[in-house]
């Protein structure tokens, strides 16, 4: 029996409900291996990094900011960090 995992690009998430979300789920979104996203993470966005911060040691992808960066021409929340 194997494990499946979860599709989690399903559902974009809601930026007003899930103000960040994992970098799993971000890299899922956006297409690319966790690896690729956790690398991203800590880069600047300008480099290809994503819109991240560090809570506890842990890296959150902010939520709207992602959103806009994957879709600029759609209507994300608002573009304070």
Do not use: N, W
Request: negative net charge.
């Amino acid at each position: 029996m194997s494990a499946t995992m979860p599709d989690l690009s399903r559902d974009l998430p809601d930026p007003r409900e899930e103000p960040t979300i994992t970098i799993p789920r971000a890299a899922a979104i956006a297409g690319v291996s966790p690896a690729t996203a956790y690398r991203a993470a800590g880069r600047p966005l300008s480099e290809g990094g994503l819109p991240t911060i560090k809570v506890s040691g842990s890296y959150r992808v902010r939520t709207a900011a992602f959103l806009r960066m994957i879709d600029p021409d759609e209507d994300h929340g608002p573009t304070a960090a």
